[in-house]
Every structure is written in structure tokens, then in C-alpha cells.
T-cell receptor, first 116, second 114 residues
């Protein structure tokens, strides 16, 4: 069963507008969430993360919002640029008190296209 | 420059052959991971290692084997028991598998069975 879900396979946005990518999770033990950006035939690159003790984290044009009660997080990109066109992955990990955090669990990704 | 190096970038294997994918990091990270990406499937965890000489199975470990004899190296062997080995393989590392931190990825190896 998928623990991290990205229900929108693709998203198209005009340059300069806001891009909102969504992610839902089912495991209530997840306490750390990340967003990665990936180009074809390359490894993912880390964008931004958020701990479960926060509900918002901002880094330049990227903001991640976390709603723990809804088990939902979103990535906002403002303003969107053509270079933002890529696949975005949501990931999460859970704390395990005796054996370290779990490895990252990834969603299936959302392909963002920013149109000039 | 510090980073994770995966080699080769492209690899072709005949059915029935074992093949080993290399992953080396010079970031002094304790934890290393192998993921597999298939179209529309996201990244799925094969194996991970939180410390030298120790490793754990991930969600799809069947048909794969790993070793962690050195901190900087975490090679993945795709055995003939793996039914669908054609995929994009990604190696990652993180500073410490016990704390919340991001993982850094290599550039990947595309394995094709011919």
C-alpha cells in the first residue's frame, strides 16, 4: 500500500504564476518530509524539507506547507520559471527510537511544465 | 568536489548474468541507499546501510545483493534471480541514518537487459 501519494501525475503552469504541488501520506509516524526535483536520466536533487513540528518552511521561491491533521503537504513555487519544469517527488521518513529513522519513502512524482 | 559517483551510466546485461553497479561517495556519510525507478512508479527502496558492515533489505530486495565493506562504497549486484532488472538505479547517501536529514543522490545507472 502506498504510504506517500502524489495524485496529480502532471501539472502545467504559466511562467510567473504560482505552482502548487500536492502530496498526501497515510503513515502517522512520518515526522520529516522533503521535496526533490528530478530531470530525466539524472538523480533527484533536494529542494526543501519540513519537520512535523512546523507547518511552514520557506526557501526563496519555494515554500512547503504541512497540515498534519489532514496528512497533507504542498510545495508552492512562486513565481514559476521555465527552468522549474521537471518531475517533483515528495518523500517522508519516520522516527524509530531504537534503529534510526526509516529511509525515505517516495511518492510517484508530479511532472511540472512551466509554459513561457 | 564532494559527491556521489555511480558507474557506469549505462549498462547492458544479457539475461541470466549477474551485474554489479558501483556507488562511491566522498561525503563521509554513514548511511547509503539503493533505489530503483521505473516509469510511473516513483523511487522504490532496494537496500540500505546505516553503517559499515551492516545493511538492511528494503521493499524490493529480492534478486539483489549488496555489501558495505568500506564507508565510501556500497555496490549493488543485480542477480539472475531478479525477474525484471531493466530500470534506472539510484544510489544515495545521508550523513547519518539515525537523524532527520536529506539524502543526496548520484546521477544514476540505466540498466538494460538484452
Amino acid at each position: 500500500d502506498q504510504q506517500v501519494k502524489q495524485n496529480s501525475p502532471s501539472l502545467s503552469v504559466q511562467e510567473g504564476r504560482i505552482s502548487i504541488l500536492n502530496c498526501d501520506y497515510t503513515n502517522s509516524m512520518f515526522d520529516y518530509f522533503l521535496w526533490y526535483k528530478k530531470y530525466p536520466a539524472e538523480g533527484p536533487t533536494f529542494l526543501i524539507s519540513i519537520s512535523s513540528i512546523k507547518d511552514k518552511n520557506e526557501d526563496g521561491r519555494f515554500t512547503v506547507f504541512l497540515n498534519k491533521s489532514a496528512k497533507h503537504l504542498s510545495l508552492h513555487i512562486v513565481p514559476s520559471q521555465p527552468g522549474d519544469s521537471a518531475v517533483y517527488f515528495c518523500a517522508a521518513s519516520a522516527k524509530r527510537y531504537f534503529s534510526g529513522n526509516t529511509p525515505l519513502v517516495f511518492g510517484k512524482g508530479t511532472r511540472l511544465s512551466v509554459i513561457a | 568536489d564532494g559527491g556521489i559517483t555511480q558507474s557506469p551510466k549505462y549498462l547492458f546485461r544479457k539475461e541470466g548474468q549477474n551485474v554489479t553497479l558501483s556507488c562511491e561517495q566522498n561525503l563521509n556519510h554513514d548511511a547509503m541507499y539503493w533505489y530503483r525507478q521505473d516509469p510511473g512508479q516513483g523511487l522504490r527502496l532496494i537496500y540500505y546501510s546505516q553503517i559499515v558492515n551492516d545493511f538492511q533489505k528494503g521493499d524490493i530486495a529480492e534478486g539483489y545483493s549488496v555489501s558495505r565493506e568500506k564507508k565510501e562504497s556500497f555496490p549493488l549486484t543485480v542477480t539472475s534471480a531478479q525477474k525484471n532488472p531493466t530500470a534506472f538505479y539510484l544510489c544515495a547517501s545521508s550523513i547519518d541514518g539515525r537523524v532527520n536529514t536529506e539524502a543526496f543522490f548520484g546521477q544514476g545507472t540505466r540498466l538494460t537487459v538484452v
